[in-house]
């Protein structure tokens, strides 16, 4: 948004750097302009946020061209938020218009242009009707589209000073909401109710919001970490894990914390410990120069000494910011080098006893002498409440 002395949004002269260096990287990979269709792009290009994104019924298009400020093409609706960020070109239209919705004027807009780089790769999607898609190539047959997947995924991947202050942040909040559990998570009380007060604590806590809270609490472990809570209550003996994903003016924190209620047995807290010593050899690989393949063997190797399977979760963390879940993955496949400033998960996780599994998770930012920890650590024994 515009310069201010409030807290949200970022000066005009961050949205700036962005659209420049986005520019020199397109013309280093030949194209005239990048369309922009997705919430968290056209976010960090303009400064725009609004929750009428969760309605599908409005598309939103951002054009970068080669040179100069970004052109919003979106609903009239949303003209007066977008005039408070640093645009000076908005183009709008009477929405939604099934018939014509937007795309005679990406048809004008796109029309000078030979080549435009849109987002085609892994997590990614086009935020239009497939149909007004197919429309619009075929009103511009010489227009050449790139995959500008790598160029967008690679300017978000490294956070400025700025966006680290806010993740930090929101990361501070998170931990303080973490802090407080023990106070309403007693014996007794149904899981259900741990999600809702665990919800509220957060937004006393200065959180916007807390769109992402999974968890489980069962016998000496748990099964799985996205079922939606019942009303089963806590009881002695169970490992109760709260994930959360709270939002502070659109940036995310993500990361866990796991209790035993009454005691913990030795299995669970051997998980634990190897879990949170996992989670230092991620500290000390989180550097510049490394990839992500080399993050997640570090991890790896480590929680081999309970959990040699393997695990089935995918990868070991992967990128924060905009969105919860960002590019790039800890994982065997993704060989992405480190560089200072990426904000990143670890979340090691193994499987142990009759298919219980336990996750660790930490948000970080990548520096030269490792990571440096934006949540508070986790105890390094497992909490008993």
């Keep these: 948004m515009t310069d201010s002395p409030t807290t949200r949004g970022f000066p005009d002269v961050e949205y700036a750097a962005r659209t420049k260096l986005a520019q ?3 013309a280093e990979a030949g194209m005239d302009g990048m369309l922009l269709m997705s919430e968290p792009e056209v976010q960090y290009f303009t400064g725009f946020q609004t929750l009428f994104w969760q309605s599908p019924t ?10 100069g400020k970004p052109i919003a093409i979106i609903p009239e609706i949303g003209v007066s938020l977008m005039r408070q960020c640093w645009l000076d070109d908005i183009r709008s239209w009477s929405a939604p218009n099934p018939q014509d919705d937007g795309i005679s004027l990406l048809i004008e807009a796109l029309s000078p242009l030979k080549t435009v780089g849109v987002m085609k790769g892994h997590e990614t ?4 009707p497939l149909g007004d898609w197919e429309r619009l190539m075929t009103a511009l047959p010489a227009l050449r589209i790139r995959d500008a997947t790598g160029l967008v995924h690679g300017l978000r991947m490294v956070k400025s000073p700025a966006e680290i202050d806010k993740l930090s942040r929101i990361c501070a909040i998170g931990s303080a909401t973490f802090d407080a559990v023990p106070q309403f998570a007693r014996e007794g009380v149904p899981l259900e109710e741990v999600f809702r007060a665990f919800r509220r604590e957060a937004l006393a806590q200065g959180a916007d919001g807390a769109p992402y809270v999974v968890g489980a609490s069962a016998p000496g472990g748990y099964a799985d970490v996205i079922s939606p809570p019942d009303a089963t209550p806590l009881a002695t003996g169970d490992i109760l894990m709260l994930d959360s994903g709270m939002v502070l003016d659109g940036y995310y924190c993500d990361f866990d914390r796991n209790w035993a209620i009454g005691h913990a047995d030795t299995t669970a807290q051997r998980a634990y410990d190897v879990l949170w010593r ?3 050899a991620g500290l000390a690989a989180a550097r510049p120069g490394n990839s992500c393949r080399d993050l997640f063997q570090a991890m790896s190797s480590v929680i081999a000494e309970m959990d040699d399977s393997g695990g089935d979760i995918g990868r070991l963390g992967h990128g924060l910011g905009l969105q919860l879940t960002e590019q790039p993955s800890h994982a065997a496949f993704d ?3 480190l560089q200072e400033n990426m904000v990143l998960t670890l979340e090691p996780s193994l499987s142990y006893g009759a298919g219980l599994m336990m996750v660790h998770e930490e948000n970080i930012v990548v520096t030269p002498q490792g990571g440096r920890l934006l949540s508070t650590r986790a105890a390094p024994d497992l909490p008993v409440i």
């Design 58 to 67: 409005r598309p939103w298009f951002v054009l970068v061209p080669a040179n």
């Design 278 to 280: 996992a989670t230092d």
């Design 335 to 337: 060989t992405t080098e």
């Design 24 to 26: 020199d990287r397109m």
């Design 125 to 128: 999607h086009l935020r239009m």
